[in-house]
């Protein structure tokens, strides 16, 4: 029999759903009101102490096969480990997203501490591939690539995709939302940022700026969709970052200049003509400025975005794709 163990209540429900229609039994591990898209550390590792844990407790058999969305993976092989959880024939952990190399180091040591012969887990960037087989020593094989997608909400109509001559950006994990304000000083544009309450702004770096925090994604996307463009900074660490907001861009086909970064790579291929280097606000504001004035470098970037958005439509669903690893 397949499981699904969630942290979080709604989270990854087209996975859920998925796995719901097959057969597969869906169980809550994670606090019931904790419903935050970007908990902090803190809500982790509160939620990790969970008392719905205590659901797990004979819920699988050694022949079933096991899904664990999210940190409650910890506490779940932690409890396998003492022998107070049966062993599954397979467990994958999905969605524990790192960007600090201290806490890597620390959970690192946590996974290898904890790893049995059936541990895998299900990334969403190759640079999380490589740590868990390199750094962690998971068999390659027990490691499993995924390109994030899902139905996300808030989507607009056509009539709302204009462009009212602003720069977008947006997003939590991993922005430098300064190196772009300071790109961006005088460029004669104003920008607009939907940022989270978390996310370090400065907003003396340029006076031209409107910054939101933590607004509803239905607001958030009639933003980006009204934008003439989109900017993406980000820092040069961390591994899963800017999916969510790549998405959005990708829907409603809107040109991109980001930080080269292997997770958006992914997506949009090396060769992405809107790429910019890391740490670099002069090369930033040339890539912005030549798509405000460029119309053959904008249509291309244009076209580039409406064919990566294609070719995720061509792939098989979140749920497929998650069930085929958890099986193979």
């Known amino acids: 029999m397949l499981h699904v163990l969630l ?3 709604d989270s990854y429900h087209d996975v859920v759903e998925h796995f719901s229609a097959v057969g597969a039994r869906v169980t809550l591990v994670g606090p019931a009101g904790s419903k935050a898209a970007m908990p902090g550390k ?8 969970s008392p719905n844990l205590l659901r797990a407790r004979k819920l699988w058999t050694e022949l079933d096969r096991v899904l664990v969305v999210g940190w409650q993976a ?12 049966r062993r599954p024939a397979k467990l994958l952990v999905m969605a524990c997203f790192i960007h600090g190399k201290r806490t890597r180091s620390i959970v690192n040591s946590v996974w290898r501490f904890l790893r049995f012969p059936g541990l895998g887990f299900i990334t969403f960037s190759l640079g999380e591939t490589r740590n868990l087989t390199d750094a962690v020593g998971i068999n390659p094989t027990m490691v499993h690539f995924h390109l994030w997608r899902q139905q996300l909400g808030g989507q607009v109509s056509p009539d709302q995709i204009v462009d009212e001559g602003y ?4 997003g939590f994990s991993n922005r430098d939302y300064n190196l772009l304000l300071s790109a961006t000083n005088g460029i004669g544009v104003p920008v607009v940022i939907v940022a989270s309450q978390r996310n370090d702004i400065d907003p003396l770096l340029n006076p031209a700026i409107t910054v939101h925090r933590d607004l509803p994604e ?3 996307e009639v933003l980006l969709a009204k934008s003439k463009l989109v900017a993406m900074p980000l820092k040069s660490s961390g591994e899963a970052c800017g999916q969510s907001v790549l998405l959005r861009v990708l829907r409603n ?6 930080t080269r970064h292997e997770a958006i790579e992914a997506y949009l291929g090396r ?13 930033m504001r040339q890539a912005i400025e030549r798509v405000l004035s460029d119309v053959d470098y904008r249509r291309t970037l244009v076209t580039a975005i409406r064919q990566a958005g294609l070719r995720l439509l061509q792939q098989a669903t979140p749920g497929q794709e998650v069930e085929q690893f958890l099986l193979a």
Do not use: N
């Open 218 to 220: 239905t607001e958030f």
């Open 74 to 85: 910890i506490p779940i092989l932690l409890l396998i480990r003492l022998g107070l959880l």
């Open 7 to 9: 942290s979080q209540p």
């Open 271 to 283: 060769d992405y003509p809107g790429f910019v280097a890391y740490d670099d606000p002069a090369a």
């Open 253 to 258: 086909g809107k040109p991109l200049v980001a």
């Open 167 to 170: 720069i977008f950006t947006g």
């Open 42 to 49: 803190r809500a982790i590792l509160q939620g990790m102490f």
